[in-house]
């Protein structure tokens, strides 16, 4: 599936460069979105002319992967391969090209799905832009390091290919928020789960404890001394030790869990930070938010 003999791995230094390109219809815009979720910068369709403002300017140092296509409004193979061959002289920089790949009648028939007009086709001829664009790019075909073709994939199918070669260690990387929330203000926007704490005792009806929340050991101590508690705790994680594997596999970047209760202060909060550094602990990226909480400076996200 490649002109490479071996995949292309994670580099610490120099800065790593992805060049995505191919037929219009072959999966560029989905291959930036995976390399997204895997933690590059993605840049679709930056003018070529603009890249040594990318290159010299102030920014971060993580990988880069920038979409070009015949799209793009000085963009010549010529261009393109004189652009992999100034990364590749620098010390600081590493260059790759993904080519994605597609046979005519699979293109054909994308667009006669989607009645998108093809970008390099005249009076609405699909066919003659197909051909026009697959021209322009060989030279583009024959010089890449990582050639896919989507002929046969699938959306999920295409994920797992573009991760195999450029996701740290080939695997799909799943980040989980853990929120707290207050009922009375409404269920949070966006959540995957939601997880009721109200038949837990309330450390609000206990004078000392009121003024607290559940970041508070005292308070966590409180709530996690009720009988129910820990039975509930271990069957919601057991849940998300089953769902987050099928979500990661299904190709979902993101997921959301959200604990309630009345006040959003105290039952909630004590979840939300124990499921949190749970999940932290059993391997998932964590970042976790209390809602009514917001601008206070006791909560940290797990790592």
């Given amino acids: 599936m490649t002109k490479s003999d071996m995949p292309a791995l994670e580099r610490d230094s120099p800065r790593r460069f992805v060049l995505v390109t191919g037929p219009s219809g072959a999966g560029r815009s989905s291959a930036l979105n995976v390399l997204e979720d895997a933690g590059f910068e993605t840049i679709d369709n930056l003018p070529l002319r603009l890249m040594p ?8 140092d993580g990988p880069v992967a920038l979409g070009i296509d015949t799209r793009n409004r ?3 193979t ?3 391969l004189d652009l992999i061959g100034q990364l590749a002289v620098r010390a600081d920089t590493t260059a790759e090209l993904l ?4 046979a005519t009648d699979v293109l054909l028939r994308r667009y006669s799905e989607t009645r998108r007009r093809h970008p390099m086709a005249p009076e609405d001829r699909p066919a003659d832009g197909v051909a026009r664009e697959q021209d322009l790019l060989r030279p583009l075909r024959a010089r890449a390091d990582v ?3 989507t002929s046969s ?14 996701a740290p260690g080939g695997q799909h990387h799943l980040t989980v928020s853990v929120q707290s929330f207050s009922y009375k203000r409404g269920l949070p926007q966006s959540v995957d789960m939601v997880f009721d704490c109200r038949f837990l005792r309330n450390p609000y009806w206990s004078p000392d404890l009121r003024a607290m929340d559940g970041r508070d050991a005292v308070v966590a101590d409180y709530v996690s001394a009720d009988p129910k508690y820990a039975a509930f705790a271990d069957k919601v994680f057991d849940l998300c030790q089953l769902i987050l594997p099928a979500c990661r596999e299904e190709g979902k970047s993101h997921v959301s869990i959200a604990f309630g209760c009345t006040g959003g202060q105290h039952r909630s909060v004590t979840l939300a930070q124990a499921h949190a550094l749970r999940l932290a602990q059993a391997g998932w990226q964590v970042s976790i938010r209390h809602r009514e909480l917001d601008g206070q400076q006791k909560s940290e996200a797990p790592t």
Avoid at 99 to 102: A, P
């Fill in 78 to 80: 010529d261009a393109v």
């Fill in 147 to 149: 050639l896919i073709d």
């Fill in 153 to 166: 994939l699938n959306v999920h199918q295409l994920r797992a290919e573009v991760e195999r070669w450029f």
């Fill in 74 to 76: 000085d963009f010549t």
């Fill in 53 to 60: 403002a990318l290159l010299d300017g102030p920014g971060h």
């Fill in 99 to 102: 080519y994605l790949d597609c």
